[in-house]
């Protein structure tokens, strides 16, 4: 049961992945049978982000009521109908109106999967699970590739990918039963929640229903600290993705091509990356695996500035960001039950992954704005000012996570008190 549960959601990680590429590959041809300016897809990327922002945030109470197995089934059954949506839509309007359920289903099965594989599975399989989305989104490009070159058109890209994740529902909803037999990893089963308020011993975390409200979850000590750092992570990698070639370019004289394969090797390196961290994940931790990936990051970003007369520094450097970039989403969610205790860790999760969200939305156009100001040239600093804030704000929690474990010992049982009051009642 463990394993074919298991089985299941490597299969849903990577349809996780499918649907986040196709905008990009398809787009130039979209833009011109729908007849709009290339600029607009900024609206449909907007309009996915907001809804996968907002259905993050109500993840925790929607996962508590409904569980993570109907959650994510309806989540995937969501998408895979804006999916098939975007298939027959002959104009930019309904692209836009698509992609609503579009955005609302992949933040909820996002969230959830993430909440639940943090509590029942080892790191190492957070890291290969999120190393099989990049599949995903690798493989998405070539369907739609597929569907082009072969006269199909772009709309039968997003049908096929769309009937694929129809199927998925499918089998999700018939795996419903399993969903509730898997037991909480021994890692994560037996954690101590913290207190909203450190100092007292009367604060309850979550409400009579268990339900966490978003302002409680934001109150314990050390989850903004976390938001900051899975924002900065978030902001690097989407910077770097849609920035690096145009860096490479226009600043250190790569040819285009050149530059764009430089480029997918940092996406290849966070895929190839997190297939390896998997191995030692468990031995090595969640806390050194972020310190470590954000530390060979800032390697990267050196020798991506580094201002001498040839671009191999650069596109070496690009390369080894991806390596490091490969452990840290993984190992940030993985250690969020640890860090925060089981009982808030859905509610925790939620808003990281609208922080994810958030930072890999605002930043690229931020830095596309600061680039026609002051040059390309900034594109290193930009990435350096993200990993320094992502490693400060990590490593501020490690050492609030320190203290509180060494704390006095009747301050960890209050707070553990409260949330088995909180239980119980619940």
């Known amino acids: 049961m463990y394993s074919l549960l298991l089985a299941l959601i490597y299969v849903a990680f990577v349809s996780l992945g499918l649907p986040d590429s196709l905008v990009g ?21 907007m309009i996915i982000a907001g809804g996968t922002i907002l259905s993050s945030l109500a993840s925790e109470r929607v996962t508590r009521r409904f569980g993570a197995g109907v959650v994510t089934a309806v989540s995937v059954g969501l998408t895979a109908a804006a999916l098939v949506g975007f298939s027959v839509s002959g104009s930019f309007w309904l692209l836009c109106l698509w992609a609503v359920p579009y955005g609302l289903g992949a933040g909820a099965v996002d969230a959830a999967l993430n909440n639940f594989v943090a509590l029942h599975y080892a790191a190492r399989h957070m890291n290969w699970l999120h190393s099989f989305w990049g599949l995903g989104a690798s493989i ?24 694929a994740q129809a199927v998925l529902t499918v089998v999700l909803i018939a795996s419903i039963p399993l969903w509730k037999n898997v037991r909480p990893a021994p890692a994560t089963e037996h954690t101590a929640e913290p207190t909203t308020e450190p100092t007292s011993e009367h604060t309850e975390p979550v409400g009579r229903s268990g339900h966490v409200p978003l302002a409680t979850a934001l109150r314990i000590p050390g989850v903004l600290l976390i938001l900051a750092a899975f924002f900065a992570y978030c902001a690097l990698e989407s910077t770097a993705i849609l ?5 490479l370019v226009s600043d250190r004289g790569v040819d285009a091509a050149t530059a764009a394969a430089f480029a997918s090797l940092f996406l290849l390196g966070i895929t190839a990356g ?26 990267g ?29 993984p190992a940030i969610i993985h250690s969020t039950p640890a860090n925060f205790g089981a009982r808030s860790s859905q509610a925790v999760i939620g808003i990281q992954m609208a922080a994810a969200y958030t930072g890999s939305t605002l930043a690229p156009p931020a830095f596309g704005a600061l680039s026609t100001w002051a040059g390309a040239w900034v594109f290193p600093l930009f990435l350096a000012v993200l990993v320094a804030l992502g490693l400060l704000m990590s490593e501020r929690l490690n050492r609030l996570v320190a203290r509180r474990a060494a704390g006095p010992a009747q301050g960890v049982t209050a707070g553990a008190g409260a949330v088995g009051t909180a239980e119980r009642s619940g």
């Open 140 to 163: 998405s490009p070539f369907i739609m590739s597929y569907a082009l070159t072969s006269g199909l058109g772009w709309s039968s890209a997003y049908r096929i990918v769309g009937v």
């Open 274 to 299: 997190r297939f390896l961290a998997g191995f030692f994940a468990d031995r090595v931790g969640d806390k050194l695996l972020i310190r470590g990936g954000f530390a060979v990051v800032g390697l």
């Open 25 to 45: 590959a398809g787009w130039p041809v979209m833009h011109a049978d729908l007849g709009v300016p290339v600029a607009f897809a900024g609206i449909i990327t």
């Open 243 to 247: 920035w690096a070639s145009t860096y």
């Open 301 to 329: 970003v050196l020798l991506i500035g580094l201002p001498v007369g040839t671009p191999v520094p650069a596109l070496a450097g690009l390369v080894v960001a991806g390596l490091g970039c490969a452990p840290i989403y």
